[in-house]
């Protein structure tokens, strides 16, 4: 496979460092699987006779780019999955949600006549992101709400001059992963992420910059996991075995357990570095939170890390964990 990942990018996602490069390689993944997924969707709902589907090609006809562009938004996994799970189902998927693509590619031609909904964007030193509560598929990560971009503004900006002056190994390739924010409303903060939405991390208002920077860190790392595993397997097809870590109740299978123990040993890396390099007011939450997330982390990491089911990428990944969960 084109995308398949290296011993060397592998320890990257391993030792937290991931690097602005292995982010666009994954990037370029999830888009090659983006399109894989609208070419099965087309085929299996009409091919060029759907007029969404015609009038996209001709914008790909006049500039290939902007096509690319909008079949790597987080939102285009979702409606695929979706509507293919309809197709199964003999229902008729939703074309008219091409019919927006294309009227969004429209747009960026220059055309004139073409009308798509604006959404405001946030800039936070290199991060660049659309806030967008308005995208019917959203609905995957729950209640979505109009945003006040300028709280956004305000919260995102001190999260980001936060991560930075913690110098969070991760933080350039944050910028260079998330492209959307999806506002939930909550009430309390919650943050969520989708295998199938990369780029797109949902959230709800910014109501402390330290919770923020925090699930940017969580975030990213499901959303790179997720991407390195649709490339180089994490975990083998055929295990059925089922873990018990303690941030969830119940059991979860092998995958899962991975997903937190890696992204939870980039929220207990986040503490450490609070703890030595953030504000003297946030030590005792910061030591509190670091304690938290280590130990519990580390005996999950323990348990699963000769688990018949892991690939050699698999425990390449877990060990590497447990050599930072490790350290002090």
């Not at 370029?28 to 894989?36: F, G, P, R, T, V």
């Not at 780019?65 to 008729?92: F, I, N, T, Y």
């Not at 119940?250 to 504000?279: E, S």
């Not at 018949?308 to 050599?323: E, F, K, N, S, W």
Request: proline share 6%; hydrophobic share 45%; with cysteine.
């Amino acid at each position: 496979m084109a995308h398949e990942l290296g011993v060397a990018e592998l320890d990257q996602l391993a030792r937290g460092r991931i690097s602005v490069a292995l982010t666009e390689k994954l990037a370029d993944a999830e888009l090659s699987k983006q399109k894989l997924l609208f070419e099965a969707v087309r085929r299996r709902s009409g091919g060029e006779s759907v007029r969404g589907v015609r009038l996209l090609a001709e914008v790909e006809r006049e500039d290939p780019r902007v096509v690319a562009e909008l079949l790597a938004l987080p939102q285009v996994g979702v409606w695929a999955v979706e509507s293919l799970q309809r197709l199964r189902r003999g229902d008729v998927a939703d074309m008219g949600f091409v019919e927006r693509l294309a009227a969004a590619g429209a747009l960026r031609l220059g055309k004139a006549g073409v009308e798509v909904r604006g959404l405001p964007r946030i800039q936070a030193g290199k991060l660049s992101v659309v806030l967008d509560g308005e995208e019917p598929y959203f609905r995957i990560f729950g209640e979505c709400e109009r945003p006040d971009a300028n709280r956004w503004q305000d919260g995102l900006s001190a999260a980001w001059e936060l991560l930075r002056r913690l110098d969070i190994p991760c933080t350039d390739a944050i910028a260079a992963g998330v492209t959307t924010l999806v506002p939930l409303r909550a009430g309390r903060f919650v943050s969520a992420t989708s295998a199938w939405a990369w780029g797109a991390i949902a959230m709800s208002a910014p109501d402390d910059p330290v919770r923020v920077a925090e699930a940017l860190v969580h975030e990213f790392h499901h959303l790179a996991l997720n991407a390195a595993d649709d490339v180089t397997r994490m975990t083998r097809p055929d295990d059925t075995s089922m873990w018990r870590p303690p941030w969830r109740a119940g059991p979860r299978p092998l995958l899962a357990t991975l997903q937190g123990c890696y992204a939870f040993t980039a929220v207990a890396g986040f503490w450490r570095d609070m703890l030595r390099a953030g504000p003297p007011e946030q030590a005792g939450r910061a030591r509190a939170r670091l304690e938290r997330w280590s130990a519990g982390t580390l005996a999950t990491a323990d348990a699963i890390a000769d688990a018949p089911g892991l690939t050699p990428a698999g425990r390449q990944i877990v060990y590497g964990l447990r050599d930072r969960l490790r350290t002090p």
